[in-house]
């Protein structure tokens, strides 16, 4: 008989574990310097699975509250880079009211959110259709350009829940080495047949001009450019003896 009560309570535990460790991993979270807190909408649904902004993958099991979700619903996640997808992953998903104001002091009203830029002017930079940036929020070194996926950092006022843009930077860059320049058309080209640069846009060593067949380095940014989804926004030529 006690054998028996033992591999019960033994049975219990086990179940109880994975939920256990779940919870002690979403309180970590917010330590964890590799983790951004963003507010987005839901844009696709399956039957496990959906996407943020297009861009936010999350599973079922990331949904706090066991809330049914749908598209168009706003939410807040806490959101990690995919090593092996190579792409954005929400390890938590609460969904927000309409009604939201913040739920803590006031440094609770900068959020940061993912976008596209759409379109620009002389002086501004249009987000997903719907929102305005100017240049003097970019940061050092990045020129946007229409395509450009973008992490933005904005505030909200309490009272009118209007939003400001305090920052932006690319959603994701690298550096890439040795690469060749495959072909250019005019003021663009391609560099090793996946990476979409303009003249209107890159940075050059002062002389430079950029060639077919030149072996250079460059500095990309995550960017949907028809067929391409990076985008050169600097490149250097290597010199080989």
Aim: proline share 4%; glycine share 6%; charged share 25%.
């Amino acid at each position: 008989m006690l054998r028996l009560i033992s591999r019960a309570l033994s049975f219990f535990r086990r179940k109880a574990e994975p939920e256990m460790e779940r919870e002690q991993h979403l309180r970590l979270l917010d330590g964890d310097t590799r983790l951004k807190t963003v507010q987005g909408v839901v844009t696709r649904l399956c039957s496990d699975y959906g996407m943020i902004d297009e861009l936010i993958y999350f599973s079922s099991d990331a949904v706090m509250g066991n809330v049914l979700l749908k598209v168009g619903q706003k939410v807040t996640a806490i959101v990690e880079e995919d090593e092996t997808a190579c792409g954005l992953k929400a390890v938590k998903v609460d969904a927000l009211c309409d009604n939201f104001h913040g739920d803590g002091p006031s440094d609770s009203h900068t959020r940061t959110t993912f976008g596209c830029i759409t379109s620009l002017t002389d002086s501004a930079y249009n987000i997903n259709h719907t929102s305005y940036f100017s240049l003097d929020v970019v940061c050092k070194g990045f020129e946007p350009y229409p395509g450009d996926r973008i992490e933005v950092e904005f505030s909200i006022h309490p009272e009118t829940q209007s939003r400001r843009a305090l920052s932006v930077k690319p959603l994701r860059h690298q550096h890439v080495y040795e690469v060749c320049i495959t072909s250019i058309h005019g003021r663009s080209g391609v560099v090793d047949n996946n990476i979409f640069f303009t003249l209107d846009s890159l940075k050059l060593p002062d002389g430079y001009v950029p060639r077919r067949y030149d072996i250079v380095n460059a500095v990309i940014v995550e960017s949907v450019q028809a067929c391409y989804m990076w985008r050169a926004i600097a490149i250097t030529p290597v010199h080989r003896l």
